[in-house]
């Protein structure tokens, strides 16, 4: 967060307000450039993980070595063609693409307690966002709903790629969780947990068509809280 003097227009005072920070970060993979992120510039070592992993660019196993640099970071990574993968992304979140022969399912046959993924939204109140309103959550549970990693971003496709960052640095089984999540659910974070195999995704906000269509495919369960009770597509992966 970063302190600012603005003018209350009530008042007419000048008054002390928290925002968000957001800066650029350029990714390289083995020395090239592939995306320049607008993010919050934390964690990125999770962010950087959480990216290529969940956008399908390169396996956990690739990722050799990861290097923090003056305006980024560096992934050494085997089984990496950079004619592939280059693109220029912002935290408005330009969404990732499912190509037809990638065969995505979900193969986890975890389930998980209702009330505790009721009760996985508290995770998403910090102070960051209280006092900015300018930040995503993003939370990892394993099946027992107990917290694994929390991040936090600006854009909401970041803040899940650094709690999964979180988590694969952590040597989590990603099979074994369920992400909760404090953004609308769209087809870019959808694909993002089927990638990585978590089988439930959940979220106080709405979701997008799209995302259902990624569900109905790939077997992904999603909650979304989007009135007083929740909706969910398929509910097979709760416990009632």
């Not at 986890?108 to 209702?114: D, E, I, N, T």
């Not at 309103?133 to 650094?162: E, P, Q, S, T």
């Not at 769209?186 to 906000?205: D, E």
């Amino acid at each position: 967060m970063e302190k600012i003097i603005a003018y209350n227009p009530d008042t007419r005072e000048e008054i002390s307000i928290q925002v968000a920070v957001e800066r650029q970060i350029d990714l390289f993979i083995n020395g090239s450039l592939v995306s320049r992120i607008m993010c919050t510039p934390a964690d990125l070592k999770e962010l950087g993980i959480g990216y290529v992993t969940s956008e399908g660019i390169l396996s956990i196993s690739d990722i050799e070595r990861v290097e923090l640099l003056e305006d980024g970071l560096n992934i050494t990574a085997s089984n990496f063609n950079p004619d592939l993968y280059q693109e220029l992304r912002s935290s408005g979140c330009i969404g990732v693409s499912w190509d037809e022969t990638e065969d995505l399912l979900i193969t986890s046959p975890c389930k998980f307690p209702l009330s505790r993924v009721k009760d996985s939204l508290d995770c998403l109140n910090v102070p960051e966002y209280t006092q900015t309103h300018g930040y995503h959550v993003a939370c990892l549970f394993n099946r027992d709903g107990n917290l694994i990693a929390r991040r936090i971003d600006v854009g909401r496709h970041n803040a899940v790629d650094k709690v999964i960052g979180a988590g694969i640095l952590n040597n989590t089984d990603m099979s074994s969780c369920f992400l909760t999540f404090s953004g609308r659910i769209s087809r870019g974070i959808a694909l993002k947990c089927v990638r990585l195999n978590i089988p439930l995704l959940v979220s106080k906000a709405s979701l997008l068509d799209s995302a259902v269509e990624v569900a109905r495919k790939s077997g992904l369960s999603i909650v979304s809280f989007c009135g007083e009770l929740p909706s969910a597509i398929n509910p097979e992966k709760l416990i009632h």
